[in-house]
Every structure is written in C-alpha cells, then in structure tokens.
C-alpha cells in the first residue's frame, strides 16, 4: 500500500487527509488491490455493487448496456479516480454498467460495508463523498449535452473543451486510443479521424501521438456555437 500513498493522497475522496489519516482509515477497512490486464472486467452489469474502487495505476472505463444490445462509454477514470460510490449507497441491486479496465491497472477496492461504517463516520470523507456523487451528476449532464450535438466535429469541440476546462490545460494526454474516443462520442472511428485531421490541417489542433495541443481556442468555441 505504501507505494501507492502519493496516489491516494491525490484521490478526490480523501481530500484534506494526510498520509498518515489515509493509512490508519484504510487499516480499519476491509480492501483488497488487483491487478487487472487490458480489457479485463472489474465489475459486470449483471452484477451487485459490492465495492467503492480507486484507480492506482492506468485507466479504467465505464460503460452503460442498452437493451437493444449496443452501449456507450459514460466516463473514463484514470490515475487517482475513485469509482462506484454512488452505486454502493443506492438500493439498486445490480450495477447496470461495465466497468472495463483500458490499460493495465491496480484497482483498490473497499468493501461496501467498510464504506458505511468506517468511511461514512469521518465527517471530512463523507463530505468528499457526497461531493463525488455531486460531480458525477454534473459529468452525466456533460455527456447529455454531448449528445445534444448533431455534427462529429461539434462532438469533437465539445470534448476538447472540456478537457481543457477540467484539466486547466490547452495540453491534453490521452489514456485511451483514438477508438476509444470515437466510442466515447458514440461516432465511428473513420469519420472521427477524419474530423480530427481537419481540425489538425485547419491549425485548430496539433497531434502529436497520444497528446493533442489546443492552438485556437476561440475557434472550437466557434464551432461549437455555429448554429
């Protein structure tokens, strides 16, 4: 667990805590931390929500089955994110997503039970909780108005805002491949290259492997906001 500390101490839910807090906290929690290889299940859709989950290496995918058969990739969760909180304190009693690791990752996992009678009575954890879950309902009205948008190269604007938004950089490292962020956009692969090529040839953007830096800002605001 030790080596992991700097990551927990960067995680969301234990905000204000310090190394020494989040050892004796996790010491009286029931945790386990697994290695999962690429596209491995963390969690089924079929299955009941037994865990609260903290990314300590890689990134992970969340991803929600419709009934026709088909899905779509809610969020994505990297280095540092914790996971499935509101889930274990719904009365739901299965999990209706996928979470899906996307790269090799470790995934600390706590115990539901822990959750509600070690986490739950720390008045500092259960703020940042209840502020998770809070964040959650604000990136879920993101990924409404993603879909709001009719045209790829307004998904793809939509997108590169937000991360610029979120990150507070116009640099932006991808964790996933470009297939990946097509299946995040719901979009196809070869229309979303080719939007993103003209974004690129347009000077809009530059790619440079797996990071793409946002040249004119104004001009995917413009895009975005073109009737």
């Known amino acids: 667990m030790n080596q992991y500390m700097t990551v927990l101490c960067s995680c969301a839910m234990f905000k204000k805590k310090e190394k020494h807090e989040i050892k004796d906290i996790l010491s009286r929690t029931q945790c386990k931390i697994i290695h999962y290889q690429k596209n491995d299940f963390i969690f ?28 779509f990739n809610v969020f ?40 509600l009678e070690v ?22 009205n993101d990924k409404l108005e993603l879909f709001s948008y009719s045209s790829i190269q307004k998904k793809i604007a939509f997108a590169l805002l937000y991360n610029i938004k979120s990150g507070g950089s116009n640099r932006i490292h991808l964790i996933y491949s470009k297939k990946s962020w097509a299946e995040h956009l719901n979009v196809s692969r070869s229309s979303f290259s080719r939007e993103l090529k003209k974004l690129q040839d347009a000077g809009i953007i530059d790619i440079d492997h797996k990071t ?3 040249l004119k800002r104004d001009d995917l605001e413009s895009i975005l906001n073109d009737a």
Do not use: M
């Not at 929500?49 to 009934?67: D, Y």
């Not at 690791?101 to 996992?109: E, F, N, S, V, Y």
């Open 44 to 71: 089924r859709a079929d299955q009941p929500p037994t865990h609260i989950g903290i990314v300590l290496n890689g990134g992970i995918e969340i991803q929600n089955n419709l009934e026709s058969g088909k899905f």
């Open 76 to 115: 994505y969760k990297k280095k540092g994110d914790a996971f499935g909180g509101p889930l274990i304190l719904s009365d739901i009693p299965i999990c209706k997503f996928d979470i899906i690791a996307k790269t090799q990752c470790d995934i600390l996992l706590i115990d539901k039970q822990s959750v």
């Open 119 to 140: 986490l739950l009575k720390d008045n500092i954890i259960a703020r940042n909780i209840l502020n998770l879950f809070a964040k959650s309902v604000l990136l879920l």
């Open 212 to 214: 793409i830096t946002i």
